[in-house]
């Protein structure tokens, strides 16, 4: 059995900040534990307004908390996020994401992420990122 604490996981290497400043994501589950998808509860910080384009991963995501929005690129829909909304990136789609009050995340990536990883120049996460120890 896996137990792990958010409040301690925050505290630890768990905890990545995304450099552009839009972010920041606690890895409770990764690649490593052997469960064959990864989960996070992600920050959006208020004012982040960033493309992303997950070209390796699916993902799902959960509100918990706050309000923004989701815009897919290649039909221009716009979806409100707010809590209780779960949004599925199923076809790798390209989207934008905007905050506008802080959102937490529930994030399910599959698969699985290593740990470190952040977006790369066209807003996805590499395959082969560096783990956490």
């Not at 604490?5 to 606690?26: C, F, H, M, Q, Y």
């Not at 998808?37 to 992303?52: K, L, N, P």
């Not at 929005?69 to 994401?97: A, M, N, Q, R």
Request: with cysteine.
């Amino acid at each position: 059995m896996i137990v792990r604490n958010l409040n301690e996981a925050k505290e630890s290497a768990r905890r990545i900040v995304s450099p552009d400043g839009n972010w920041e994501s606690t890895r409770m589950l990764l690649k490593d534990d052997g469960m064959g998808f990864s989960f996070h509860i992600t920050t959006i910080y208020e004012g982040a307004d960033f493309q992303m384009h997950y070209q390796n991963h699916l993902e799902s995501v959960y509100c918990v908390s706050g309000k923004g929005e989701v815009e897919t690129l290649d039909d221009g829909k716009v979806y409100p996020i707010e809590p209780g909304t779960l949004y599925v990136l199923d076809k790798h789609d390209k989207h934008v994401l905007r905050a506008f009050k802080e959102m937490t995340m529930a994030c399910v990536f599959n698969p699985p992420l290593n740990g470190k990883e952040v977006h790369n120049a066209e807003g996805a996460y590499e395959l082969e990122a560096e783990t956490i120890a």
